[in-house]
Structures are given as C-alpha cells and as structure tokens.
C-alpha cells in the first residue's frame, strides 16, 4: 500500500478555508485517496474520496494532482466545530487492510 | 440501522484478567476491523476481517485474538490483559463493492488496565 506524508499540525482562521496537503508519490493506478477526520476522541468520521478527478460533497472537496501523487482537501469556511485531526490514507480494493498514518491536526482559531 | 455497535463503552480492568469486546454492524458490511488508540496517537491495526471465517493480523495483533463467525460481529479478546493494552478500541466496518466505499466505524470502547 502506498505511504502518506501530512503535516504535522496547521492553523487555519475562522472562516476561511482549511487547505491540507497530502503526498503519496508511491500511489498506484487503482488506490483511491481516502480522508477521515477525528474529534477529540471520536470515531474516525469519514469526509471524501477520490481516485483521480477532483470530487466535491457537502463536507469538502479533494483536489488530487494530474500525477497523483499528491492532494489536498479544502474546507471552504473552516469553523471551530472543524478543530480536528484528519487523515490521508490510499488504498486499493474492498478488502485492503487500511492503515491510519499520524494524521494532520488543523486548529480552527476564532 | 444502528451502524456499527460497541460494547462495553467503558472498562477496567486488572492485569491478567482476560475480557472479550464486542462488535456488531447491522449493514451486511464483509470487512471489519479493529483499531487501537493511545492517548495523543494515531489509529494502529490489531486484527481485520474480510468476511465470516477470515481474519488476518494488522499492525500490532500481538495480546489480543479474533473470531468471525457471522458476518455481524467481531469479537475482541484480551487473553491476559497488560497496562501496555490501556487504550481506546475503535472497531469499523466496510461494505465490499466496485467504488471502494468507506470506513464506518464505532464509538470505541475505552479500556483501562490496572
């Protein structure tokens, strides 16, 4: 399964979209880019997927680069309920194993 | 359709004890997992199952045992529960098909061990 790399942790202002970035320059031609996020101490809550044009729903929208080898999901209006720690993961089919990476913990500041 | 279910929600234990977590889904989904969370970490893979009568290790399976005897449940056991094993357990759930769709997952199972 390809990697992920995410920031460690990010700012954003209240408002404002949230723009977070992920590499995974090993991905393969039939892994999908997938994003959850995690309050607090929450369940993992799932927020958008992808696997090569750019996808939009009511939470975000996932911007994945031609190459694929990088995305980004943007929050257009960042709010305080959007202080999270959210994770890029890649995988192939059904029945991968699906393992979480360390994450990217956005603070929404008022 | 309540999603996937966990219980207990909350637990002490003593080292040594053994306890079983459950988990249950409601969806039909085939794959089923279980995820540990240690205070200020990420998700870590214990155990994961791609249908009833298959289970294979993930990341740190070592202490703990699984069973998939229905497509409903997936049953967590301590053997001999250690303080290293104080976490919260998230179990998830996901439903085979061509366009990959996501993780559901519970609302953990928090677990102290004396």
């Known amino acids: 399964d390809a990697k992920t790399t995410q920031p460690t942790s990010m700012d954003c202002a209240e408002g404002r979209a949230a723009n977070l970035p992920c590499n995974h320059s090993?991905?393969?031609?039939?892994?999908?880019v997938y994003w959850y996020r995690q309050i607090h101490s929450q369940g993992p809550q799932y927020i958008i997927h992808?696997?090569?044009n750019n996808e939009t729903n009511e939470m975000a929208s996932l911007i994945i680069t031609e190459d694929r080898k990088s995305s980004t999901l943007i929050l257009p209006h960042a709010t305080l309920r959007d202080t999270a720690v959210y994770y890029c993961?890649?995988?192939?089919?059904?029945?991968?194993?699906?393992?979480f990476g360390p994450g990217t913990s956005l603070s929404v500041i008022p | 359709n309540a999603g996937v279910t966990q219980t207990p929600k909350f637990q002490v234990l003593k080292t040594g004890q053994s306890m079983t977590l459950q988990c249950a889904q409601d969806m039909n989904h085939e794959y089923m997992s279980w995820y540990r969370q240690d205070p200020g970490m990420g998700l870590r893979l214990i155990h994961y199952?791609?249908?009833?009568?298959?289970?294979d290790q993930g990341e740190v399976p070592n202490g703990y045992n699984v069973s998939r005897s229905t497509t409903e449940d997936f049953p967590l056991r301590l053997l001999s529960a250690a303080p290293s094993q104080t976490s919260v357990y998230f179990c998830?759930?996901?439903?085979?098909?061509?366009?990959?769709?996501?993780?559901?997952f519970g609302d953990g199972t928090r677990l102290s061990i004396l």
């Open positions: 998830a759930s996901r439903p085979p098909g061509r366009l990959n769709q996501p993780q559901h």
């Open positions: 199952s791609v249908g009833a009568g298959i289970t």
């Open positions: 090993t991905i393969s031609g039939n892994e999908y």
């Open positions: 992808g696997l090569k």
């Open positions: 993961i890649v995988m192939k089919t059904s029945y991968d194993k699906v393992i």
